[in-house]
């Protein structure tokens, strides 16, 4: 939200309808309609450094999950996640994000060597609440992943190394590199063991433990 009407609809009413929705979630598509139209309908054009424009207010707490799929994968991906919201019944927060980033040659990037498309989705909790958001979860990545998709590394997913071996073609390399750069696991920990070590391996033997604390 920008400005400080949109600021007070956009963050703290959304926060206290779906708080109310999260026990009448037959009411979330009204208060969504309600939020686009009063926030989001309108265009807005900017031009500015990328790390001025970039950005924007997370709002309160959520689940968020994002995948990279490739561009010409991406009209049919988002048909089906939307067959799948109609045929469900499933009522979910918006928005759903949809940006397009070009390939690139960094190993483990979700772009790597194709263009792509990223659509992320997300269900907030307000006041920190708990809200239902398995089904939504396991049916996006279901489709995200029959697409050729790769999760975004700081958002939530269940994959393991096994599958980021076959996802990312340098993966082994970059294994490689981290081993050479930091062979004591100082900036390994329980989610680093899960998505760089090969259950098969010998560094699966000895996970690493960071006993550090912040």
């Given at each position: 939200p920008s400005g400080?009407?949109?600021?007070?609809?956009?963050?703290?009413?959304?926060?206290?309808?779906?708080?109310?929705?999260?026990f009448l979630p037959m009411l979330i598509p009204f208060f969504n309609k309600i939020v686009f139209t009063v926030v989001h309908k309108s265009s807005r054009e900017c031009v500015a450094r990328y790390d001025e424009v970039f950005q924007f207010e997370c709002l309160f707490k959520q689940y968020v999950n994002e995948w990279a799929i490739p561009v010409e994968n991406a009209k049919e991906a988002l048909h089906r996640l939307k067959d799948w919201l109609k045929i469900s019944g499933a009522t979910v927060h918006i928005p759903v994000e949809v940006r397009f980033v070009r390939g690139d040659d960094i190993y483990l990037s979700p772009c790597y060597k194709r263009d792509s498309c990223l659509i992320n989705i997300v269900m907030y909790r307000p006041y920190g609440k708990y809200v239902n958001h398995r089904a939504y979860w396991s049916a996006f990545e279901r489709i995200m992943s029959e697409a050729g998709g790769r999760p975004h590394w700081a958002k939530a997913h269940k994959l393991t190394a096994e599958t980021f071996q076959q996802l990312y073609p340098k993966f082994s390399d970059f294994c490689k590199v981290r081993q050479t750069l930091d062979p004591k696991g100082v900036f390994m920990n329980d989610y680093m063991n899960r998505v760089l070590l090969i259950a098969s391996s010998e560094s699966h033997n000895h996970k690493y433990v960071n006993t550090a604390q912040f």
């Amino acid at each position: 939200p920008s400005g400080g009407r949109d600021y007070v609809i956009g963050y703290y009413l959304l926060e206290l309808v779906y708080w109310i929705a999260s026990f009448l979630p037959m009411l979330i598509p009204f208060f969504n309609k309600i939020v686009f139209t009063v926030v989001h309908k309108s265009s807005r054009e900017c031009v500015a450094r990328y790390d001025e424009v970039f950005q924007f207010e997370c709002l309160f707490k959520q689940y968020v999950n994002e995948w990279a799929i490739p561009v010409e994968n991406a009209k049919e991906a988002l048909h089906r996640l939307k067959d799948w919201l109609k045929i469900s019944g499933a009522t979910v927060h918006i928005p759903v994000e949809v940006r397009f980033v070009r390939g690139d040659d960094i190993y483990l990037s979700p772009c790597y060597k194709r263009d792509s498309c990223l659509i992320n989705i997300v269900m907030y909790r307000p006041y920190g609440k708990y809200v239902n958001h398995r089904a939504y979860w396991s049916a996006f990545e279901r489709i995200m992943s029959e697409a050729g998709g790769r999760p975004h590394w700081a958002k939530a997913h269940k994959l393991t190394a096994e599958t980021f071996q076959q996802l990312y073609p340098k993966f082994s390399d970059f294994c490689k590199v981290r081993q050479t750069l930091d062979p004591k696991g100082v900036f390994m920990n329980d989610y680093m063991n899960r998505v760089l070590l090969i259950a098969s391996s010998e560094s699966h033997n000895h996970k690493y433990v960071n006993t550090a604390q912040f």
